[in-house]
């Protein structure tokens, strides 16, 4: 809705379009990023996928290699992990085949929550008004401002979120292919794409980056995790504090634990709705249950 209203507020000489017009404007800009996306940015992600998937069995021996060499590495059991790395890299491209019909009846799920977002964007001001109908008069007032001020921390966390995942994704994919790591754009995807779970999501994916450049050499995966520990520091010094603290203002233990019982009760789609839920019973609790005075 406050892009609705930004286009909505658009003046074409004497013309403003109206919220039936700003909507079709908002979905056919979304569709256009989406099939540039689609198009052009996807199609390389897949290919450094198969190749990645292809390759990865035929290194794993080589990685092993390498690591014997290194000062007590026959304490670990290389060659038994390697077996079970194997065994788990095949299990998982086995999971990934048989499961495709499954994933693929998840795009009616897409489409009827795409639906729902129009339908709440022409009639959600209604249903809004007929859920403020069910308290007394009296108290509609001070829930209303409460739930507006709610929507606005939201949203700014929602925006700040996304400007994290697009500054890593982006800055990820330039440091990688500077250093001519193997599948650099799919590794940049991934580290933009999981960024959206906080704390856990760069971890698993700089494990991941990480791992592919082993594969190359020491030094090159040296690079690696010194440019995610150079990002990381940048990011909570400069980046969080000026586009996510003054949004959302939610402690780092809020948030850990909010993440913590949202993958609880709803694996990673409770992950990523963690945070914004976390907002909002935040600015509820503020309003009704601090006592101020």
């Given at each position: 809705?406050?892009?609705?209203?930004?286009?909505?507020?658009?003046?074409?000489?004497?013309?403003?379009?109206?919220?039936?017009?700003?909507?079709?404007?908002l979905?056919?800009?979304?569709?256009?990023?989406?099939?540039?996306?689609?198009?052009t940015?996807?199609?390389?992600?897949?290919?450094?996928?198969?190749?990645?998937?292809?390759?990865?069995?035929?290194?794993?021996?080589?990685?092993?290699?390498?690591?014997?060499?290194?000062?007590?590495?026959?304490?670990?059991?290389?060659?038994?992990?390697?077996?079970?790395?194997?065994?788990?890299?095949?299990?998982?491209?086995?999971?990934?085949?048989?499961?495709?019909?499954?994933?693929?009846?998840?795009?009616?799920?897409?489409?009827?929550?795409?639906?729902?977002?129009?339908?709440?964007?022409?009639?959600?001001?209604?249903?809004?008004?007929f859920?403020?109908?069910?308290?007394?008069?009296?108290?509609?007032?001070?829930?209303?401002?409460?739930?507006?001020?709610?929507?606005?921390?939201?949203?700014?966390?929602?925006?700040?979120?996304?400007?994290?995942?697009?500054?890593?994704?982006?800055?990820?994919?330039?440091?990688?292919?500077?250093?001519?790591?193997r599948?650099?754009?799919?590794?940049?995807?991934?580290?933009?794409?999981?960024?959206?779970?906080?704390?856990?999501?760069?971890?698993?994916?700089?494990?991941?980056?990480?791992?592919?450049?082993?594969?190359?050499?020491?030094?090159?995966?040296?690079s690696?995790?010194?440019?995610?520990?150079?990002y990381?520091?940048?990011?909570?010094?400069?980046?969080?504090?000026r586009?996510?603290?003054?949004?959302?203002?939610?402690?780092?233990?809020?948030?850990?634990?909010?993440?913590?019982?949202?993958?609880?009760?709803?694996?990673?789609?409770?992950?990523?709705?963690?945070?914004?839920?976390?907002?909002?019973?935040?600015?509820?609790?503020?309003?009704?249950?601090?006592?101020?005075?």
């Amino acid at each position: 809705m406050p892009a609705v209203k930004r286009i909505r507020q658009l003046k074409i000489r004497n013309y403003q379009p109206s919220r039936g017009v700003a909507i079709v404007i908002l979905i056919a800009a979304v569709a256009g990023v989406l099939a540039l996306f689609f198009t052009t940015g996807l199609p390389p992600v897949l290919s450094d996928l198969r190749n990645f998937s292809a390759e990865l069995p035929q290194r794993i021996p080589e990685v092993v290699a390498r690591i014997k060499k290194l000062p007590l590495a026959d304490k670990f059991g290389i060659d038994s992990l390697a077996q079970r790395a194997a065994g788990a890299f095949d299990a998982t491209a086995t999971y990934l085949f048989t499961s495709l019909p499954l994933w693929l009846s998840h795009l009616f799920d897409i489409l009827t929550a795409a639906f729902l977002c129009i339908y709440f964007m022409l009639e959600g001001e209604h249903a809004y008004q007929f859920f403020l109908s069910l308290f007394p008069s009296a108290d509609r007032p001070r829930l209303n401002a409460t739930l507006k001020k709610a929507e606005s921390k939201i949203s700014k966390w929602l925006l700040g979120q996304g400007l994290l995942m697009l500054i890593l994704g982006v800055s990820s994919t330039i440091v990688f292919g500077l250093l001519h790591v193997r599948y650099f754009l799919l590794l940049g995807f991934l580290m933009g794409l999981f960024n959206i779970i906080p704390i856990a999501g760069g971890v698993i994916t700089i494990i991941i980056a990480a791992g592919v450049a082993a594969l190359d050499s020491w030094t090159k995966m040296a690079s690696v995790l010194l440019f995610y520990a150079i990002y990381i520091n940048v990011e909570n010094a400069v980046l969080t504090p000026r586009i996510m603290r003054s949004s959302v203002n939610l402690m780092g233990l809020t948030v850990l634990v909010a993440l913590l019982l949202g993958t609880a009760l709803a694996g990673i789609v409770g992950a990523l709705v963690s945070v914004p839920t976390a907002a909002l019973i935040t600015v509820l609790l503020e309003e009704y249950a601090v006592q101020k005075e």
